[in-house]
T-cell receptor, first 110, second 115 residues
């Protein structure tokens, strides 16, 4: 079983719609959680951290469910520029051992 | 400010050849990471340095891979001899340990093709 699992997608989303997807992690002792974004043939970049109480950054909302060991990302009012692969990242205990999921591809269509 | 700088951006080589990838981290960052990304396996951590010292190299696939960080501003990842299964995008990333944001700054990657 992978330590961080994501639905690879693609999630095909009409422009303006809402899309949400989850990521599950296996280590219940994991300390911190993040979403990274990776555009095609580009490097990953931090999108947002995920806090226990949930947090928003503009059109993006991240949630953490420790009991069920998953995090989620919701994108409202999708833009064409939101098309990318979203990587779920978990820090199990040690800073150097960030665990990356394989990514969820989102394609926003006109 | 300059970000993480990697070279070469692209390399095509033949099986058995030595490959050297280079990385200059962001000035002031004290942690450096080498990752490999493939369609099949996603993003894998190969090795992690803190203050120029290798902390965890458990992700290095085998003895053909080696990494060095002779100073705070330079690191290399070497593959000798290279094999077709080493074809991947190799990312270098840096950060400042102790940052609360969890942000790794990635370079643009070195795309390696081994024929």
């Amino acid at each position: 079983r992978k330590e961080v699992e994501q639905d690879p997608g693609p999630f095909n989303v009409p422009e303006g719609a809402t899309v949400a997807f989850n990521c599950t992690y296996s280590n219940s002792a994991s300390q911190s959680f993040f979403w990274y974004r990776q555009d095609c043939r580009k490097e990953p970049k931090l999108l947002m951290s995920v806090y226990s109480s949930g947090n928003e950054d503009g059109r993006f909302t991240a949630q953490l469910n420790r009991a069920s060991q998953y995090i989620s990302l919701l994108i409202r009012d999708s833009k064409l520029s939101d098309s990318a692969t979203y990587l779920c990242v978990v820090n199990p205990d040690s800073w150097g051992k960030l665990q990356f999921g394989a990514g969820t591809q989102v394609v926003v269509t006109p | 400010d300059a970000g993480v700088i990697q070279s070469p951006r692209h390399e095509v080589t033949e099986m058995g050849q030595e490959v050297t990838l280079r990385c200059k981290p962001i000035s002031g960052h004290n942690s450096l990471f080498w990752y490999r990304q493939t369609m099949m396996r996603g993003l894998e951590l190969l090795i992690y340095f803190n203050n120029n010292v290798p902390i965890d190299d458990s992700g290095m696939p085998e003895d053909r891979f080696s990494a060095k960080m002779p100073n705070a501003s330079f690191s290399t990842l070497k593959i000798q001899p290279s094999e077709p299964r080493d074809s991947a995008v190799y990312f270098c990333a840096s950060s400042f340990e102790g940052m609360d944001t969890g942000e790794l700054f990635f370079g643009e990657g070195s795309r390696l093709t081994v024929l």
